[in-house]
């Protein structure tokens, strides 16, 4: 694993080494200059790469700028890649005083770009840069690719009807297609454009956030990155306009770039898919956003937000050069795709510039998956259980608001750490793992998807699992409270059991592997709101379904855990806004006018940051932009909504009392809400912690229950610690 700046520019490498826990792993610093956006220095060359970092640039290309000081001529600029004359790819803009250009031809590895000034035949090196340059189908930092991988091309539907047809290699590679649709003036969905060169007489007009009237025609280029297929959507009218570039953008693109990401987890391996975030949303693309997204920016596809981040940063690489640079970028994404939005921003920033995140886990590892397999384990515990418990004792000792709701999480996402249960449908039996007849096979689960992280487990092969239980007092609060007896309270911790290394449930507790602990902390899978995170704007909009009669994981608690995180690692939690209504308009849709308004104000918010050219603090600046009508806020569940501004504070307050927010398992065991603890600190049992009174006889059980002690929940995790840096760079163990 190897650590470099947060800040995508030119570099300086200053090699050294650190360790991290039991591993040795190299880490690269890099630091990087903040160069002037607007004009050069007048006395300084300086070339930087504009479509992604100078070190990570992917695909054979790079649009690059060079600032000139104004007292060179730009025509007395010339500029080579490694050793060829490539100036002529450059367009000078006079008033900035830069040339910027779109440079191809780069090599695999290491590339050489020097700047060259003076006189015809006086030439001397003025400014250089070093370009790393990798294979189109990556990796880049996220480690060696994944296999098997099973292509989905053949199934990928374009909008307009037609399909990528077969992959052209084992990388799933398709030919990039340009594709146009257009919505018609009588509304409804997206009509093929089959007719390039006129518009269609019932093509609508829209008018975009720039005030910009154009007709309502969607360019849509598809293609494969990183072995994904990703889809870039704009507006652009082919009849008037040529074909977009970085420095001729079509009259409809407002500027902005909204990347989208989707969401689930199960399934989410090996294989390429055939969906993506979205990027046909009417409310996005009429009011003139470029969206884009992936197929690995899916959960449910790619169920790893480390591939996610490298996935989304190539497309967006490529968006640059084909189109320009968007003024910023927002990440949407609900449920599983605010499992990606949260730690991109945290452990890549730069890449998403704002975040508007819906039914929100901070993280996909370390957020929900507690929840759920405790759940699990409490339904399983109930069907063996020699003590009975009614529904209403089942129901405190989970925390969440309907019985439904802890079925659903045991049955319909508990199995991503069970090794096998969701293996996609593409993958073929034969491949898949099997402890008598194919143990070597392929392992469908969460951590052996991001081995490339917590490493092997030297005595298994398999990944590392930073899963725990280990003085876990399940029910502890429900036994205080009078709602569960010391027989049950005692029965239940004894025979809760935890999961074995396949995870499959097992008598004995749940015991992480203290060396995934180091590395989920370390490496941000745990998102601690700490890195890039910090200074994010970050719109939390909740549709409240804690309540929903068919069971819902998309628990309000988890707004609040990562509010939680961002005050005990920042000390604030400024740059979140959290807004909350009923669920009438499903729980994540444009449809609703809350989540319009929210995009709007978005925009607004990271304009006004952009143009803050001050030298305070990032986050004076955020504080500073974010606009004053955007504030925490819930809404009635009226006919007419009504709004209430009011802080949003975990179980408390106005909006509180509208929609209560449910707990889990290890909160009713004694964990704050932030649920940022991956292994407890132990302490030895005390009898002041229990509003009951124990026997000799009942102490002694409890003692050989837990036998090293009971959670500490007043301490951090057992191996907590600050994320190690951003931008870093994995490669899996031996």
């Not at 280029?221 to 306009?241: K, S």
Request: glycine fraction near 8%.
């Amino acid at each position: 694993m190897r650590k470099s700046s947060n800040i995508p520019r030119e570099v300086l490498k200053i090699p050294t080494i650190m360790h991290l826990g039991a591993a040795c792993a190299l880490i690269t610093f890099a630091m990087f200059l903040t160069l002037p956006s607007a004009r050069a220095t007048e006395s300084a060359f300086r070339v930087r790469t504009l479509s992604s970092r100078s070190d990570m640039i992917s695909g054979g290309d790079a649009l690059v700028r060079v600032d000139v000081p104004r007292t060179i001529s730009l025509l007395d600029v010339r500029v080579m890649l490694n050793g060829s004359d490539v100036t002529s790819v450059f367009r000078q803009d006079e008033k900035s005083h830069v040339l910027t250009g779109l440079v191809a031809g780069l090599i695999d590895g290491t590339n050489t770009l020097n700047v060259m000034a003076g006189d015809v035949d006086k030439k001397t090196l003025v400014a250089k840069l070093k370009i790393i340059n990798h294979p189109i189908a990556g990796p880049i930092f996220a480690g060696p690719k994944e296999t098997p991988f099973i292509c989905g091309t053949e199934d990928f539907k374009i909008q307009s009807g037609a399909s990528l047809g077969p992959a052209l290699d084992s990388n799933c590679s398709a030919k990039t297609r340009i594709d146009y649709v257009y919505r018609s003036k009588d509304g409804g969905t997206f009509k093929p454009l089959t007719e390039t060169k006129n518009v269609p007489p019932d093509t609508a007009e829209t008018t975009t956030t720039l005030g910009t009237k154009v007709p309502y025609i969607v360019r849509i280029e598809t293609g494969t990155i990183d072995r994904a297929i990703y889809q870039i959507a704009v507006l652009h009218n082919p009849a008037t306009e040529p074909p977009p570039d970085f420095s001729t953008k079509s009259e409809g693109w407002n500027g902005r770039l909204i990347y989208t990401f989707g969401g689930g987890c199960m399934g989410g391996w090996y294989h390429q898919a055939s969906t993506t975030g979205g990027v046909d949303d009417d409310v996005m693309l009429r009011q003139g956003y470029a969206v884009a997204s992936s197929t690995l920016n899916v959960f449910g596809n790619n169920c790893d937000d480390l591939l996610s981040t490298e996935t989304m940063m190539m497309v967006k690489e490529h968006f640059i050069e084909a189109y320009g640079v968007p003024r910023f970028t927002i990440g949407w994404g609900c449920s599983g795709g605010a499992e990606q939005v949260q730690p991109i921003a945290q452990n890549y920033p730069g890449l998403l510039d704002g975040i508007i995140a819906g039914c929100s886990f901070a993280d996909g590892a370390f957020s929900i998956v507690p929840s759920i397999t405790d759940a699990r384990l409490l339904n399983h515990y109930f069907t063996v259980a020699s003590t009975n418990y009614n529904d209403k004792q089942k129901l405190a000792l989970s925390g969440f608001v309907t019985m439904q709701t802890m079925t659903l999480v045991d049955k319909a996402f508990a199995g991503r750490i069970k090794v096998g249960e969701f293996c996609p449908s593409v993958l073929p039996m034969a491949l898949r793992y099997d402890p008598e007849t194919n143990p070597k096979g392929t392992r469908c689960d969460l951590y052996d998807h991001i081995v490339n992280v917590y490493g092997k487990d030297s005595k298994t092969g398999f990944a590392r699992r930073p899963l725990d239980n280990v003085g876990v007092q399940y029910g502890l609060k429900t036994l205080n409270a009078g709602t569960i007896s010391k027989g049950q309270f005692l029965d239940l911790n004894e025979k809760i059991g935890g999961f074995d290394i396949d995870g499959n449930i097992s008598p004995r507790r749940t015991m992480a592997d203290i060396e995934a602990v180091r590395r989920a902390y370390s490496t941000g899978r745990i998102m601690m709101g700490g890195g890039g995170l910090a200074t994010t704007p970050l719109i939390d909009y909740r549709a409240y379904a804690d309540e929903d009669a068919a069971g819902n994981p998309h628990l309000r608690y988890y707004s609040f855990a990562t509010r939680a995180r961002l005050q005990k690692t920042n000390g604030y939690f400024d740059n979140q806004i959290m807004l909350t209504e009923d669920v009438r308009y499903g729980l994540f849709s444009t449809k609703s006018p809350l989540l319009q308004d929210a995009l709007t104000k978005m925009d607004l918010w990271l304009t006004k940051l952009a143009d803050d050219q001050s030298k305070d603090s990032k986050i004076a600046k955020v504080r500073r932009a974010k606009p004053a009508d955007l504030v925490d806020a819930c809404w009635t569940r009226d006919p007419v909504a009504q709004k209430i501004v009011e802080k949003q504070v975990y179980g408390s307050g106005h909006c509180e009392q509208i929609y209560p927010s449910a707990s889990f398992p290890r909160g009713v065991a004694g964990s704050p809400v932030a649920g940022d603890v991956i292994k407890c600190q132990l302490k030895p049992i005390d009898s002041e912690d229990y509003k009951v009174h124990f026997t000799t006889a009942e102490m002694s059980r409890l003692k050989i229950i837990f036998p090293s002690g009971v959670c500490d929940w007043s301490k951090p995790g057992f191996e907590e610690r600050a994320l190690a840096g951003t931008w870093l760079t994995y490669d899996i163990d031996p």
